[in-house]
């Protein structure tokens, strides 16, 4: 199984990005996909999720309304769409897979498989 995030950079306070998380080896339409971030000494934590079929997703309190997790099961690959970014989303943005749960989790525990981050730095 194999992530592989990319998209993220810098941006300024206000502005937008999209990450991309890219899965291969694995039957990608049957996980749950997540987005975790985690900034500079702090601990990993959740962003959103999306369902296997991309019917449900959820969303960390803080970006709700700003972000937008989406997935394209033919093409194997899940988005986040971050909009009116601000120097709190500054982390290292990981995608995960959840193999328990179609739904996907909302905890770092439910997750497998993890991809190798990307770093957003929003500058104010």
């Known amino acids: 199984v194999q992530l592989q995030a990319s998209g993220g950079g810098l941006v300024q306070a206000g502005g937008s990005l999209r990450l991309s998380c890219a899965a291969s080896?694995?039957?990608?339409?049957?996980?749950?996909m997540g987005w975790f971030r985690q900034a500079p000494g702090k601990e990993r934590d959740f962003v959103a999720v999306?369902?296997?079929?991309?019917?449900?997703?959820r969303y960390e309190d803080s970006v709700e309304g700003r972000f937008t997790v989406s997935r394209d099961n033919a093409k194997n690959t899940v988005y986040l769409q971050m909009t009116s970014l601000n120097s709190e989303d500054t982390a290292v943005y990981y995608c995960?897979?959840?193999?328990?749960?179609?739904?996907?989790?909302?905890?770092?525990?439910?997750?497998?498989?993890w991809g190798q981050g990307t770093q957003v730095t929003v500058s104010s």
């Open positions: 999306v369902s296997w079929n991309g019917a449900y997703t």
């Open positions: 080896g694995m039957p990608f339409s049957r996980y749950g």
């Open positions: 995960a897979a959840d193999n328990d749960n179609p739904l996907g989790g909302n905890r770092y525990r439910d997750y497998e498989y």
